[in-house]
C-alpha cells in the first residue's frame, strides 16, 4: 500500500456516493469484522442502492460520528437519529441522523459472485434474532476469530 492509499480510497467511496445518489447500483468491497457473521470483510461485497425509506434491520453506508463512513445495521430511530451497529461489535454504535446515511445494503456478494439478498425472509429472521444474541456474541463469534487468527499464520 502506498501512501496515496487512503486518498483514493477517499475518492473512490466518493465515487460510490455519488453514483449511487444518480440512481446506480454500486458493488462495494467490505473491510474488516465488525459485520460479522452476516458480512465476511476482505472476502465480500455489498450491493449498495439508493433508498426512498429505512427501517431497523437496514444495513447502510453511513457517515457516523461526524469522522468517518461505516457499512452497519440500524439498531435504533428516533425521529431523524440513527444508532448503527456492526452484527460482530460487541457493545460499540455509531450515532448519525438520516440524512448521513448515502446507500442501503440490499445483497452481499462473495468472491465467486454468489449473490445473497439481505432482504430474504430467513437473512432477515436471523439479523433479528442475533441482536436479541448480543449477550453471547462473543462467544457465537469465537470460531471466526480463531479461523481469522489461524489463517493469518
Do not use: Q
Amino acid at each position: 500500500m502506498n501512501g496515496n492509499a487512503p486518498a483514493n480510497d477517499d475518492l473512490i467511496l466518493a465515487e460510490a456516493i455519488r453514483f449511487v445518489g444518480e440512481g446506480v447500483s454500486v458493488t462495494f468491497p467490505v473491510n474488516g469484522r465488525s459485520m460479522l457473521p452476516f458480512i465476511v470483510g476482505g472476502r465480500e461485497s455489498v450491493i449498495l442502492e439508493k433508498f426512498d425509506s429505512l427501517k431497523i434491520g437496514d444495513v447502510v453506508l453511513a457517515w457516523v460520528d461526524g469522522n468517518r463512513y461505516v457499512i452497519h445495521r440500524i439498531v435504533k430511530m428516533d425521529g431523524e437519529k440513527l444508532t448503527l451497529m456492526g452484527d460482530g461489535n460487541l457493545m460499540g454504535v455509531e450515532h448519525c441522523r438520516v440524512s448521513d446515511v448515502k446507500a442501503r445494503a440490499v445483497a452481499v456478494v462473495n468472491a465467486r459472485g454468489r449473490r445473497r439478498s439481505l432482504d430474504f425472509g430467513p437473512r432477515k429472521a436471523a439479523a433479528k434474532a442475533w441482536v436479541f444474541l448480543k449477550p453471547v456474541r462473543k462467544w457465537l463469534l469465537l470460531p471466526y476469530r480463531i479461523k481469522n487468527k489461524l489463517g493469518r499464520l
